[in-house]
């Protein structure tokens, strides 16, 4: 858990510093305070901060666990734990329970998740994921026959590989391709 800064507000509330980004309070239950972002209005910023008040500092833990949910891979469990970890024990009391933060991190992850397209022209391949992490092409091609539509995902060096094998020998697992594949079930 870091600890956050308040600062005072032009009206005398205090605003709470999250990394420059700031938030107003919006209510507090015991020595739980919850924030909302102050650009809420303005641009439709949605993000809420939570903090526990001990030691007369405020500290700052569900912006963690969504931060961790949106950009780690690993399981709730594991995201979880990671938290419990980096908090003192005398504040772990003041802890969501862990049905409520397995919630947040599912409902983190599904804001994530690209929704699934409906006809191949909505297909767009990010730019990101047309390149490996070396930056090396991966969509090596993108053609359309007809209304057929064909994305070739390879590296340069996997294609040589192919050319010079005698046999190829297939399998995969297609339960994660859109349903507008019906082709590669």
Known sequence: MEICELIPSQKGKDKLNVH??????NQSRKNKFYWRCDQRISISCKETAQTVFVDGQHYLHVSTLKQKAGTSRDKPAQIIQSIYASVDINNAQSMPSKDAMRQQIKRVRRQNVMSEPTSLD????????????????????ESEIGNDKILLFTTLANLRKLEMAKYWIM????KTVPTIFTGVK
């Not at 420059?20 to 309070?25: A, D, E, K």
């Not at 990101?128 to 070396?134: G, T, V």
């Not at 399998?171 to 297609?174: K, L």
């Open 20 to 25: 420059g980004y700031l938030f107003l309070q």
């Open 122 to 141: 909505s297909v767009i391949i990010p730019e990101d994921l047309r390149h490996i992490l070396n930056g090396e092409l991966f969509l090596i091609n």
């Open 171 to 174: 399998d995969g697992t297609f």
